[in-house]
């Protein structure tokens, strides 16, 4: 009998510890620790996130990455406040990732956003971070694709403090009002603007990849990375529509994103594809074209 209550009270306890996980409010108290979560998120060694560094990391060339329908316009989009972020998902059209370094054909589950960002590149840290998540088709569904080493492909996507509002964050802050009380939270709305997935996306022909893990439990160490070196511009007023959404009664979600795990000797990869020396040839050309027509202009004057 007491032997059966402690097992009940343990399992409640564990459950809810498990539902209960966080992150420390670091607009109240900056030295509030981040806390364990258990599990993977201690013990393993290929955490994410970490620090990529341009001149640590190791040199890599692959054919380039191919997007399918990432420009389509997306009308029915759904969009959750789960208590540790905002989730969009519900995609008219199979999105598919595939190239690069990548082994086989992924397609996009969800999206969703971290404030501050969780990468950082050459340790600064950016003001927002979206993660498209990809499941390998080889698997029927994230759950399972969690449990395989080439399960999930992330793509990471930094965003930098500008003046200049982003379009496409705007879209979402639109509908972002309805999902704010943390009576709505787990409650889906649509996303009144249509959105292409394509517009969250700067330019993908530089990038670090690297073998890691989801950033939240269960810290599953499923996930190849691509994080984009280009980053896109937000303005900080735009960040701070998502810290007023709330994971508790009255308590907003000042920050989500997870601290900087360690490294531990993983191979990191820059690859940074023609793009930077096709611009070189192009400006050398414009150069060549003007003075070009310098001559031509002066000919015309000596005439
Ligand atoms: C995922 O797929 C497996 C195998 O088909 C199935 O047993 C499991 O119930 C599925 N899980 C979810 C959450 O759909
Ligand atoms: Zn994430």
New binding site residues.
């Given amino acids: 009998m007491h032997l059966l209550f402690v097992v009940l009270a343990c399992s409640t306890l564990a459950l809810s510890a498990a539902n209960e996980w966080g992150y420390p409010d670091l607009e109240n108290n900056q030295d509030e620790p981040f806390p364990k979560w258990g599990g993977l998120c201690d013990s393993g060694k290929k955490q994410s996130p970490i620090n990529l560094h341009v001149n640590g990391a190791l040199k890599g060339e692959f054919d380039p990455l191919k997007f399918e329908n990432y420009d389509e316009h997306q009308g029915s989009l759904q969009m959750v406040n789960n208590g540790h972020s905002i989730q969009i998902s519900g995609f008219d059209h199979e999105l598919t990732l595939s190239g690069g370094a990548l082994g086989s054909d992924y397609v996009v589950e969800q999206i969703h956003m971290h404030w501050w960002s969780e990468h950082t590149i050459n340790t600064i840290r950016y003001p927002l971070e979206v993660h498209i998540v990809h499941r390998n088709t080889i ?6 694709a969690a449990n395989f080493k080439d399960g999930i492909t992330v793509l990471g996507v930094l965003y930098h403090v500008s003046n200049t509002p982003n379009e496409a964050i705007d879209s979402i802050i639109k509908s972002l009002g309805e999902i704010k009380a943390y009576e709505q939270q787990n409650v889906p709305v649509n996303v009144a603007d249509s959105l292409a997935v394509d517009d969250l996306i700067p330019s993908v022909a530089n990038y670090f990849t690297y073998a890691g893990s989801l950033t939240t439990p269960t810290c599953a160490e499923a996930v190849t990375w691509i994080v984009l070196t280009q980053t896109f511009p937000v303005t900080l007023a735009q960040v701070n529509e998502f810290k007023e959404i709330e994971y508790d009664q009255g308590k907003q979600l000042h920050n989500n994103y997870r601290e900087i795990q360690s490294e531990n000797n993983r191979a990191v990869v820059l690859v940074e594809q023609l793009q930077r020396a096709g611009a070189a040839q192009l400006s050398a050309l414009g150069l060549s074209l003007t003075l070009l027509l310098c001559f031509a202009v002066q000919k015309i004057n000596l005439l």
């Fill in positions: 698997y029927p569904n994230i759950t399972m």
